[in-house]
């Protein structure tokens, strides 16, 4: 499940990408996008020690992409902010570990999970901030297949 922290820093993320050449002030996007401030500045410091976003200080200071937007994929800012994407550790690529109660040969739960898993990344591992950017909201066809 994607956490707030998630869900905020692609808000953050795509308000960058709609003006890739102009700098944010924290305060400006926390307000356009309904995030708390102090909240916003700890997932900006995450993503700018990811490599996500630059940051500036000063008069002229803000935030801003530090690659196109084209290049971000989702599934890795999910995973620098939210962790594995896998529903269970046992299921997990980047941080697998044991269950305790079972065999994970042999463990259907294990196994639908891999699945599950598999699909999650499947679409945030294509999907580039760009294309979440350029979603048509107001475009029902468009908007339907986003929809679960």
């Known amino acids: ?3 707030r922290k998630g869900k905020y820093g692609l808000k953050a993320l795509i308000h960058l990408a709609n003006n890739p050449d102009r700098q944010f002030i924290v305060n400006d ?3 356009h996008n309904a995030i708390p401030k102090k909240f916003l500045d700890t997932i900006l410091n995450e993503l700018r020690n990811a490599g996500f976003v630059h940051s500036r200080k ?3 200071g803000g935030y801003r992409l530090a690659r196109p937007a ?3 994929m989702v599934g890795h800012v999910v995973r620098v902010l939210d962790g594995p994407l ?3 550790p046992c299921a997990s690529r980047t941080r697998y570990q044991p269950c305790d109660d079972c065999d994970v040969e042999t463990c259907q739960v ?3 999970m891999l699945e599950v898993r598999e699909a999650i990344a499947g679409v945030l591992d294509k999907s580039s901030l760009a294309a ?3 979603i048509d909201v107001d475009d029902p066809a468009e908007a339907l297949r986003y929809t679960v």
């Open 1 to 3: 499940m994607l956490t």
């Open 86 to 88: 896998a529903p269970i």
């Open 132 to 134: 979440m950017r350029d």
């Open 29 to 31: 996007i926390a307000k």
């Open 110 to 112: 294990r196994h639908i």
């Open 58 to 60: 000063g008069k002229d």
């Open 70 to 72: 084209e290049e971000i």
